[in-house]
């Protein structure tokens, strides 16, 4: 049947999206007598959608985000600090466009890495690649990657990604040889990219965290400046949620 040769030809053509909407669009297409060009129109379509969505998925992959979190999943039935006009705001990713910084501030489990780890996702599922680290386990990379022979190829690798997520920053100090790698690391992506901090600690007291004063004022500068700055409040996310689910029950 021409039905099964298209989808061969198409596979074949590893033209996935159309492989899979063929047979519903040329039904589609008999009952409305749509015009061929119309037809066509609509598989592409479904190619340009399935592409998408593959690419999406690699990319959330290739991120290494620690938790499944998506924005639509933020709770704003309680004050929060993110007013609702700040949050569409950040939806619309303009952010990304400025090459400006995210920078999440707030207390252990009030949902800065719930909400980083969601606009990470968006980003992904918009066709633009993220990273996702936690600063502990970064430094751990960079050790392992020194030791290895790889350290230049590894930073590479992070100053492509066009958002970087740095997790937990300023839970303590930083060595001079960890300060060094973020400033080297910070210095390539500056105005390439974004980068979205998540901290318990205010930027006033970062500089604080690093021994040498004028690798501290670099950094801080290349994190600050441009950024927008988001306190969290409102208590315990988690906790809330928790709260929530039981009373639903």
Same mark, same amino acid.
């Given at each position: 049947?021409?039905?099964?040769?298209?989808?061969?030809?198409?596979?074949?053509?590893?033209?996935?999206?159309?492989?899979?909407?063929?047979?519903?669009? %040329?039904?589609?297409? +008999?009952?409305?007598?749509?015009?061929?060009?119309?037809?066509?129109? *609509?598989? &592409?379509? #479904?190619?340009? /959608?399935?592409?998408?969505?593959?690419?999406?998925?690699?990319?959330?992959?290739?991120?290494?985000?620690?938790?499944?979190?998506?924005?639509?999943?933020?709770?704003?039935?309680?004050?929060?600090?993110?007013?609702?006009?700040?949050?569409?705001?950040?939806?619309?990713?303009?952010?990304?466009?400025?090459?400006?910084?995210?920078?999440?501030?707030?207390?252990?489990?009030?949902?800065?890495?719930?909400?980083?780890?969601?606009?990470?996702?968006?980003?992904?599922?918009?066709?633009?690649?993220?990273?996702?680290?936690?600063?502990?386990?970064?430094?751990?990379?960079?050790?392992?990657?020194?030791? %290895?022979?790889?350290? +230049?190829?590894?930073?590479?690798?992070?100053?492509?990604?066009?958002? *970087?997520? &740095?997790? #937990?920053?300023? /839970?303590?100090?930083?060595?001079?040889?960890?300060?060094?790698?973020?400033?080297?690391?910070?210095?390539?992506?500056?105005?390439?990219?974004?980068?979205?901090?998540?901290?318990?600690?205010?930027?006033?007291?970062?500089?604080?965290?690093?021994?040498?004063?004028?690798?501290?004022?670099?950094?801080?500068?290349?994190?600050?400046?441009?950024?927008?700055?988001?306190?969290?409040?409102?208590?315990?996310?988690?906790?809330?949620?928790?709260?929530?689910?039981?009373?639903?029950?």
């Amino acid at each position: 049947m021409i039905h099964d040769q298209v989808q061969t030809i198409a596979h074949s053509l590893r033209l996935f999206g159309i492989h899979a909407a063929f047979k519903r669009r %040329a039904e589609e297409a +008999l009952a409305k007598s749509l015009h061929p060009l119309e037809f066509l129109r *609509l598989l &592409l379509e #479904d190619e340009q /959608l399935n592409r998408a969505e593959r690419i999406g998925k690699m990319l959330i992959t290739k991120a290494k985000f620690r938790s499944h979190a998506d924005l639509e999943d933020w709770d704003q039935t309680f004050e929060r600090g993110l007013p609702k006009p700040k949050f569409k705001e950040l939806l619309c990713l303009s952010f990304l466009a400025h090459h400006e910084n995210i920078i999440l501030l707030g207390k252990t489990g009030e949902g800065k890495t719930h909400l980083a780890i969601a606009l990470g996702r968006r980003l992904c599922t918009e066709g633009f690649s993220s990273a996702f680290l936690p600063m502990n386990f970064f430094f751990e990379e960079i050790q392992a990657e020194k030791a %290895a022979g790889r350290y +230049l190829p590894y930073l590479r690798k992070l100053v492509k990604a066009k958002v *970087l997520i &740095l997790d #937990d920053f300023g /839970l303590r100090a930083y060595s001079h040889e960890e300060a060094t790698a973020l400033m080297d690391l910070l210095e390539e992506r500056y105005q390439k990219g974004s980068t979205i901090v998540t901290s318990q600690t205010d930027p006033k007291g970062w500089e604080k965290l690093f021994e040498d004063p004028v690798i501290a004022e670099a950094i801080v500068d290349r994190l600050v400046n441009p950024s927008q700055k988001i306190t969290l409040k409102g208590g315990s996310y988690r906790e809330k949620i928790h709260q929530k689910i039981n009373h639903s029950h």
